[in-house]
């Protein structure tokens, strides 16, 4: 079949505008597809805070276009990880050679939905996405790709990706039943700092000296308490996650903002010189309820799909969340190529099922229990072997391989 008389392109409705709605929309759109993003959120950026992007996502971006120097990342090498009482640290890098070459980054998370934003949108190959703000979706019939807009609006498709995060419509529809997210116990502050602040504190050399990377400060303690902190756009701010045991989640009262005074007040304990830092977090500090979904029976059903958080939502442990989303957005385009007709769809997104879900279940458990398990914290760092299979994965071959074996010549 030449590409003249090769069938129309696929219609594709993606539900959610996160890193993986766009870059699944990325992938498709690149082959040629029609593809339309509904998004809740009336002015859709990422929130203020950085991101971790492994290799394993980068190798995706790469081969959907991305430019590495749009997104500002400060090289991740690994980690150092702090006694957070005596202030003593002792630095790890990746421990596959590969790594050194092929280096992972430290974002800020609206650097990388910009560029994600111009790759689906701007000059390209394919069709430019259309992105529809303000489109709420609040259904979806996966059996015949329809969804259903908050106005009443009633869009037809051929595909239907469900990227619509931990709160996900379009599971509901896969699933055939509500399937929410439970409380972790676990919730954290988020605050992004100016880096130009460090000049204020002694010592900052625990931060930027050194290993490029992440800081690390397990807090030795009854109830679990964690920091982890970053550089990125270029060393001009500094990431600040703090992670506590929090059994109050489901109190109606429970507030998304909090204050560097509740922040230091949990964290009092811990070094002075890792405490001058968070004194430079500046007021509101965000909040964020950790909430991790049980296994899910299937990410699909008829024409439509599940990716990312909508799929597998887990705890931050290993910083692979949105980095399967867009393995998962790169395999849907190596199963969808250009030519794939309507009735195809189906059978494709059992491929895909096949390929992605044993990876999505393996990160969803594995970042809870190297938290919750005391004998597996800090593990991902510590072993080869979960390094291999989480780095060391091209998800472009993979899907590109399995599509070649069972459908270019179907
Ligand atoms: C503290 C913390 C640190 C993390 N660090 C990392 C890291 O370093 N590296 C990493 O890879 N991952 C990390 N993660 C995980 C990562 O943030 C998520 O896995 C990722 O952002 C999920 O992307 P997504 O596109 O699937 O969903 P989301 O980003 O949640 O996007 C979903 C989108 O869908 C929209 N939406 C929802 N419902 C509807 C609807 N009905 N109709 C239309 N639109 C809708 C939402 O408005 C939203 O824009 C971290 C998570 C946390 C909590």
Redesign the pocket.
Known sequence: MTYEDSPQPLKVSV?????????AAIALRRNGHLVQV????EN?T?IG??????VN?LRVLEHLGLARENVKGVSYDGITTYDAHSGEGVARRWLLPEMDQNRSI?CH?KDMHDELMRLAVGKGEGPPVRIHLG????QCSPEDGTITLNGGEIVHADLVVG????????RTSVLGHVQTAPPSGLS?F?SLIDASKLRDIDDAEWLTGGLSGMRGLPIKGEDFRMLAMYTCRTGSLVNL?A?YADPHQDDPDWSAVGTREELLQRFHDIHPKFLALLALADNPILR?Q?RVLPLLDTWIRGRAAL?????H????TL????????EEAGALGCLLPRGTRREDVPRRLEAYQTLRKPRGDYVNREALDQTTEPSKRGLYFRSHEVQSYLLGHNAIKEAQEYYEKHFSRA
Request: proline fraction near 2%; hydrophobic fraction near 50%.
């Open positions: 539900v959610g505008a996160g890193i993986g709605g766009l870059a509904f998004e809740t959120s859709k990422e805070a950085g991101i971790g992007v492994q996502a430290l998370r489109g709420k979706v609040i990227a619509d995060g931990l709160h996900s419509t379009i954290c988020r996650v992670l964020w950790l990716l990312g958080d909508a799929a939502a887990t705890l931050p910083g692979q969340g949105a980095a399967l989303a867009v």
